[in-house]
């Protein structure tokens, strides 16, 4: 029971095959069996006949005519027999006819498809290259690829000068188009940037001093905070006297004492104050 149920990961059509091959065998079993049985009949029948020519005695014509009665029925038989297994012959024969013309019908679509395949999908260059390896082993029974030797080895083709891989014109359009840069380096994986430097960086900070809290201390925003608004002078002096290290900065220094010195604010369009920081040696 557990033979004929399906297993797990066979089809139908892979289980009535195998089904359709064990009855195959079991008739030629059946087959090879009975032609056992008719070569022992013929065996048995031809040591009767031997026994009884040995034993022939006519004593009378009525004997003689049954002997050759019983005789004539012996070989009639025989002739049964031998057309009953020319007759199983014939059938056995059309069966391993039959099944050949299948099995030539499969391979037969199978080359064809393989065929459909190579004319469409391999390069006929392609092809040739493979058809001039091919050698049929005679010990084997099949075909085989001669190896290839390093010195008939192909370097790596080259779509192009300067490309190192393939690469259609739909896609250098692609990479203009989005990038707008030449495309010649696309294939290094290189990223082109521009030399320009960006423009000087300016901060807009609210008089309220709400961004000034993230960067200095309460102290010092309050005095930057309480700064009157001024013009500066053209005259304004950029020698300041030197204070000693080790004395601390008083509140009105402490702008000086920063490594950030800061020019007054000025107003701009009477709402907006700009205030531009510049580091030491620029």
């Given at each position: 029971m557990?033979?004929?149920?399906?297993?797990?990961g066979k089809?139908?059509?892979?289980h009535?095959?195998e089904?359709?091959?064990m009855?195959e065998q079991?008739?030629?079993?059946?087959?090879e069996?009975?032609?056992r049985?008719?070569?022992?009949?013929?065996q048995?029948?031809l040591?009767?006949?031997?026994?009884?020519e040995?034993?022939e005695?006519?004593?009378?014509?009525q004997?003689?005519?049954?002997l050759k009665t019983k005789?004539l029925?012996?070989?009639?038989?025989?002739l049964q027999?031998?057309?009953a297994?020319?007759r199983?012959v014939?059938d056995?024969?059309?069966?391993?006819r039959?099944e050949?013309?299948?099995?030539?019908n499969?391979l037969?679509r199978?080359?064809k498809?393989?065929y459909?395949?190579?004319?469409n999908?391999?390069?006929p260059?392609?092809?040739n290259?493979i058809?001039?390896?091919?050698y049929?082993d005679s010990?084997?029974?099949q075909?085989?690829?001669?190896?290839v030797l390093?010195s008939e080895?192909?370097?790596r083709p080259?779509?192009?000068v300067?490309y190192?891989r393939p690469i259609?014109?739909?896609a250098?359009?692609?990479v203009v188009?989005?990038?707008?840069?030449p495309?010649?380096?696309?294939a290094?994986?290189?990223?082109?940037?521009?030399?320009d430097?960006s423009p000087?960086t300016?901060?807009?900070?609210?008089?309220?001093?709400?961004?000034?809290e993230?960067a200095?201390?309460?102290?010092?925003i309050?005095?930057?905070l309480?700064?009157?608004?001024?013009?500066r002078?053209t005259?304004y002096?950029r020698?300041?006297?030197?204070?000693?290290?080790?004395?601390?900065?008083s509140?009105?220094?402490s702008l000086?004492?920063?490594p950030v010195?800061?020019?007054?604010p000025h107003?701009?369009?009477?709402?907006?104050?700009y205030l531009q920081?510049?580091?030491?040696?620029a």
């Amino acid at each position: 029971m557990e033979s004929k149920l399906l297993v797990g990961g066979k089809t139908i059509i892979d289980h009535t095959n195998e089904q359709q091959k064990m009855l195959e065998q079991k008739r030629q079993e059946i087959s090879e069996q009975i032609r056992r049985e008719r070569e022992i009949q013929q065996q048995m029948m031809l040591q009767d006949e031997e026994t009884l020519e040995m034993r022939e005695t006519f004593s009378t014509m009525q004997q003689e005519v049954e002997l050759k009665t019983k005789k004539l029925r012996r070989i009639f038989a025989k002739l049964q027999l031998v057309k009953a297994e020319m007759r199983d012959v014939m059938d056995e024969h059309i069966t391993t006819r039959q099944e050949l013309e299948q099995t030539q019908n499969e391979l037969t679509r199978e080359l064809k498809f393989k065929y459909l395949l190579i004319e469409n999908f391999i390069p006929p260059e392609e092809k040739n290259k493979i058809m001039n390896r091919l050698y049929f082993d005679s010990e084997e029974d099949q075909w085989k690829l001669q190896p290839v030797l390093p010195s008939e080895r192909s370097k790596r083709p080259l779509s192009a000068v300067g490309y190192k891989r393939p690469i259609s014109q739909y896609a250098q359009m692609a990479v203009v188009t989005a990038t707008g840069a030449p495309f010649r380096y696309q294939a290094e994986n290189i990223m082109l940037l521009e030399l320009d430097m960006s423009p000087p960086t300016m901060f807009h900070l609210n008089p309220n001093g709400a961004h000034l809290e993230r960067a200095f201390s309460p102290r010092l925003i309050q005095h930057i905070l309480n700064v009157p608004v001024r013009e500066r002078s053209t005259s304004y002096p950029r020698v300041r006297k030197s204070q000693s290290c080790l004395s601390p900065p008083s509140l009105t220094n402490s702008l000086h004492c920063l490594p950030v010195w800061f020019k007054p604010p000025h107003v701009i369009n009477n709402n907006m104050y700009y205030l531009q920081l510049h580091r030491d040696g620029a």
